[in-house]
């Protein structure tokens, strides 16, 4: 077989599952949080909505529908270098608000110099999620309630930052997705909405025999 990964938006999600039902034609069912579309010619596809949820009814017309609408969530994102803090609902960014913070890279040097350059960048890093926790205060607080947090980039850091009792409205919320990201900026703010539509899908093709 030969597998790959995608990413598909819930814009195009409906398209996706009619071409693979035209070429491999097969079956539909809910398993274990994802929809499973099973070929007749044992090509399969897994989807998982970023999401939780429970089909009612028909499972693929519900996740087409589920995926398109996220619940209303609070967005904390944070990576070495920047971070982000927000609140989406309805398709829509309410609030938002990306910052930097220089936080150098690892050194190679040895002894007492080396010692120097990790307080220092262990300063950077705490420096910046300070900046982050405020942001977050500023921003997202101040829309509760929200359905769940979405997180993305260095775990170590948004936990630091989870932490500070300040944010335990939004560290005591239930958690979505982590989200894999870049370096988090205005433009990243604005693609929230669709980023929290995306399902990732895995597919296996059958192989084609040697001739």
């Known amino acids: 077989m030969n597998s790959r990964s995608v990413v598909v938006p819930a814009e195009r999600l409906s398209r996706w599952i009619d071409g693979f ?8 069912a809910w398993q274990a949080d994802a929809l499973v579309l099973k070929g007749d010619d044992e090509a399969h596809a897994t989807l998982h909505p970023l999401f939780a949820g429970t089909p009612d009814g028909d499972a693929v017309t519900w996740l087409i529908r589920h995926a398109a609408h996220p619940p209303r969530c609070a967005v904390l994102l944070i990576r070495r270098g920047g971070f982000a803090a927000a609140v989406v609902d309805g398709g829509k960014v309410l609030a938002g608000r990306a910052g930097k913070r220089r936080v150098q890279g690892r050194t190679t040097a040895g002894g007492w110099s080396q010692q120097r350059f990790a307080r220092r960048r262990e300063k950077q890093a ?86």
Request: glycine letters at 8%; aromatic letters at 2%.
């Open 21 to 28: 039902r035209e070429r491999h034609g097969g079956t539909a």
């Open 126 to 211: 705490d420096e910046l999620v300070g900046a982050a926790i405020d942001y977050a205060i500023d921003v997202v607080l101040p829309h509760l309630p929200v359905n769940c947090l979405v997180t993305g980039g260095d775990r170590p850091l948004l936990d630091a930052a989870l932490a500070e009792p300040r944010l335990r409205p939004l560290a005591d919320l239930p958690a979505g997705p982590h989200l894999a990201i870049g370096n988090p900026d205005r433009s990243m703010i604005a693609e929230l909405p669709r980023l929290l539509t995306d399902v990732r899908i895995e597919v296996n093709d059958p192989t084609t025999p040697d001739r």
